[in-house]
């Protein structure tokens, strides 16, 4: 399937509207002979459509903005594959990853709840169930987002390393058994990091709520390495006021109970042991060297260690895996009463070897699977949190659930863009918002380890731009 946009500056919208129903559709310059999708912009707006050799046109008036052309013809788009395909994507014309903020800007504007639902279920054509799932989280969220200060914000520490690649990533993440000597370096340029770090969040008066070490996979370090890093960090921030405290421990086949017992130690307040499945078939197909015994091990380890609060990611639609199988991972999880349960719809990313080996088939049926969360609900969870991505199958959505009071802090804040996150490592993106939300600016780190560690003088130097950014803010003359 091609697709062809002209006479628009950006053609994101519409691109995406197509790929909702052409999943893997190219965007082409010209029209070629076969299966394309075809959206104009001139005196008026025209989309078309050409599938098994039948041709179907719309047209309608263009507005004058060029934004408002984009949309506009987005959703004429939208309109002609619905009513040619007889697909109804469960969140309609939505393209962005973040329709909880919807709800809450549209609050914020005055917006009526009845507006906010047409809005939704007219304007978008959103699927009721979908609306109501967007408006839940977000009235969950409202005294979370309610406490947060202009000047708050999070600390991301990244570790791009992992024992294996799973097939379904695309994270700049590094083989330990291929990268043992780059790993001690990137720890001790990374705690360098750290401590530029909190003289700038110093400088500008920034006060940390929530920490979180991601990866690749944080527990793919020594147990030596972890003190290192997890020191420099209680070294140099009061970790007293924290809100929460977070480490990705997601690999059994690279954590065990010394790593446990020091994550604990060293101030950590919730930790992922992340399965993805409890089915053995499709964790070797996935590209995991572990098991699910190996998941029940670490989950016992973490519990004998102190940790009181865990979350547990699973994945719908993995390859090889069905419905059932999903429910039963979903069941083998809810036993095990994790605070948080994660439930991701699996997204073919382009630098993942699923695309890049252009795996076919295998892929269940995901808005089945999603069904099923269902039992969640039954069990005590509540979704708290939900974003959205581009290829994602079936145009689906992640969510996380918790136990009433074990909200993921640091999940709503970045994913509702309360406050800046000022991420550290390789790939880093510190994502620095204005107080009211009225600018954003990003500074980005080099991507891989090796080119992180060799240019961290470089990296050093963009970190003034956190400063930069306050500058305005923290000025009397320029505040008032």
Not at 131 to 143: H, S, V
């Amino acid at each position: 399937m091609q697709i062809v946009i002209k006479g628009v500056a950006s053609v994101y919208e519409p691109e995406n509207i197509a790929r909702m129903f052409f999943p893997g559709a190219r965007l082409e310059k010209a029209l070629g002979r076969g299966d394309a999708v075809l959206a104009r912009a001139g005196r008026r707006l025209a989309a078309g459509v050409r599938l098994n050799g039948v041709c179907t046109l719309r047209f309608a008036p263009a507005p004058t903005g060029e934004k408002e052309r984009e949309c506009a013809l987005a959703a004429l788009v939208y309109e002609l594959l619905r009513a040619v395909t007889g697909i109804r994507p469960p969140w309609g014309k939505l393209t962005g990853v973040r329709p909880v903020r919807i709800i809450h800007d549209q609050r914020a504007a005055g917006n009526t709840e009845a507006g906010i639902e047409e809005l939704f279920v007219d304007h978008y054509d959103c699927t009721r169930e979908k609306f109501e799932l967007a408006r839940g989280i977000a009235d969950l969220q409202r005294p979370i987002l309610a406490r947060a200060k202009p000047l708050d914000y999070s600390l991301y520490i990244g570790i791009p390393f992992c024992p294996s690649r799973c097939s379904y990533c695309s994270f700049v993440s590094l083989s330990t058994e291929r990268e043992t000597k780059l790993m001690q370096p990137y720890v001790d340029a990374l705690c360098r990091e750290v401590e530029a770090m909190r003289k700038e969040a110093a400088a500008c008066g920034l006060a940390l709520k929530t920490i979180y070490i991601g990866g690749g996979t944080p527990t793919a370090l020594a147990a030596a390495q972890l003190r290192q890093l997890m020191g420099t960090v209680r070294e140099c921030f009061d970790l007293s006021g924290l809100e929460e405290y977070t480490v990705e421990a997601g690999r059994p086949d690279c954590t065990d109970a010394e790593k446990l017992a020091v994550l604990k130690e060293y101030g950590a307040t919730r930790i992922s042991i992340n399965p993805q499945t409890f089915s053995d078939a499709v964790l070797a197909r996935i590209g995991r060297r572990h098991t699910a015994a190996d998941i029940l091990r670490c989950y016992r380890e973490a519990r004998a260690a102190g940790h009181q609060n865990i979350n547990m990611d699973l994945i719908a639609g993995l390859p090889g895996d069905t419905v059932e199988g999903f429910a039963q991972s979903l069941a083998a999880a809810i036993a095990l009463s994790p605070e948080n349960i994660t439930v991701h719809t699996l997204t073919l990313k382009r630098a993942s070897n699923l695309v890049i080996q252009s795996e076919e088939g295998g892929y269940a049926d995901v808005a089945a699977m999603l069904e099923k969360c269902c039992a969640l609900a039954g069990a005590g969870y509540r979704p708290y949190y939900l974003y959205r991505q581009k290829n994602t199958l079936q145009n689906l959505e992640n969510t996380g659930w918790c136990k009433p009071g074990y909200e993921g802090c640091y999940n709503i804040y970045i994913m509702e863009e309360v406050h800046s996150i000022l991420s550290a490592g390789a790939g880093g993106s510190t994502k620095l918002c204005q107080p009211g939300g009225s600018r954003i600016q990003r500074i980005f780190n080099y991507k891989y380890p090796a080119e992180y560690i060799t240019g961290f003088d470089t990296i050093l130097k963009r970190k003034e731009g956190v400063s930069r950014f306050y500058a305005g803010y923290l000025d009397p003359q320029t505040t008032g």
